[in-house]
């Protein structure tokens, strides 16, 4: 009774249901292939298909699982696989494993954890503790900004058609210093980044100023430091991302690119910056 009261406690603090579909729709696609309805079923590259999906939804299911706070991010790319192998694989395990994929994806990118109970935060952070020491020592943010020069008060606004990063991390939430006082920012780090029709605007009393390029490519330990950050995961799914909301995990795989990007810069700091058909525009204050 005791381990079975445990288990539902464990259960309600994470979308599991929504994790159990994702794993029975990776199972199917995986099943599927390997039955015996060889007239039906080719292991060809849809058998193969199949079973690379198959597994990254299991995968997907345990993530949601175990990280909960990833869910976001992991629905996203699971309802990408879900979508994608119906016509990559068997159709979709006969549109079983399409179909619970899709559901285990909107539900766990629907799910909305429980209210903390008093007293309950505190093992919170003890069971986090060490995720947050793997991958954002406290203060890292804010002791790399602290030795810089103070940012604007205002950050500069950012636009870009796309951003592919690779290596990238979210290393945590810090504090860049200002003429107004500290600015808290969401800390991202990556080995390199590309972005497409990028355009950078800084806003003062005096006017604004305009520089724009039509590719820009970071690399060698590039850092962002970002008040706000919104673009579509994939060209899929529009998402916003602000020191008090973040909805993606400590990793990100190097496949994933964003659209339609829009940010709040800070600082930026890269070893190499390079820049094709750079430009400066200076437009006066009104």
Known sequence: MLLRSRFRGW???RPFWAGALLVLAGAELLVVPLSPVTVLVSLGLGGLAALGIGLALIAAGLFLWFLPSARHYVSVNALILSVLSFAATNLGGFLVGTGLGIAGSAMGFGWVPRRTPPGGGKALAVALLP??????????????????APAAAVPPSVTATRFAPRGFTLAGVGDVPTADGPLKVLVLRMRAAELSDYRLTTHNGRGELSLAARSLELRGQVTLYLTRFRGCLEGVLCLTFSPDALPVPPVVPPFVFMTEVTAEQALVTADVIRADGLGLRALPGV
């Open 131 to 148: 995720v947050l020491l793997v991958t954002a020592p406290p203060s890292a943010g804010r002791a790399e900004a602290a030795g810089r």
């Open 11 to 13: 259960r309600r603090t």
